[in-house]
């Protein structure tokens, strides 16, 4: 069984879900890729679940830099090694997706790379905002570019001028 639920946040309502093995996804209100729901998946509590919400308040808040979660993502074998090497990139830096193809070992795979930090099911735990475009400029992102900004300008790896306006949020809520 998938136990999910629905928390607010200062980008948006986010669906978590979770099996006994740990957060299988944090899903954003109209994401690129949409999980498939089937009957095993129900609105319901569990422990990681109440512990993901709890952390992802403490990181929106800047009280936490990292997550202390089981993870339980799906994906192929090339996207879980993606995946697994987004957490590398430390809290406020960023990697472009060649540096990220290198650090896998496979620097001939840029585009398979973006395309796989594309379908993260667990965005902001599994950093893949903190993926750029080797100019430097933000691209791609499945909660959208003014949500990718919001998280790099939350983390300080860029500047906070116009942090809640990008995302239209209320400062006092974020």
């Known amino acids: 069984m998938i136990a999910c639920k629905t928390i607010d946040s200062p980008v948006g309502p986010l669906l978590l879900a979770a099996d006994d093995a740990g957060l299988r996804l944090i899903e954003f209100q109209s994401p690129r890729h949409p999980t498939p729901r089937g009957s095993d998946w129900h609105q319901g509590e569990h422990d990681t679940l ?53 650090h896998i070992g496979q620097p001939q795979s840029v585009r398979a790379v973006g395309a796989a930090n594309g379908r993260n099911p667990l965005p902001i735990v599994i950093p893949c905002h903190r993926a750029i475009g080797a100019n430097g400029n933000l691209t791609g992102f499945g909660g959208g570019l003014p949500v990718k900004q919001f998280l790099l300008q939350l983390e300080g790896a860029l500047p906070k001028d116009d942090l809640f306006a990008t995302v239209n949020i209320d400062p006092q809520r974020g």
């Open 50 to 102: 109440t512990k993901a919400a709890v952390q992802l308040t403490q990181y929106f808040e800047g009280q936490r830099r990292d997550f202390d979660l089981p993870l339980s993502p799906r994906g192929t074998a090339f996207q879980l090694a993606v995946w697994e090497a987004l957490k590398a990139i430390s809290y406020g830096q960023t990697r472009s997706y060649r540096q990220q193809a290198m």
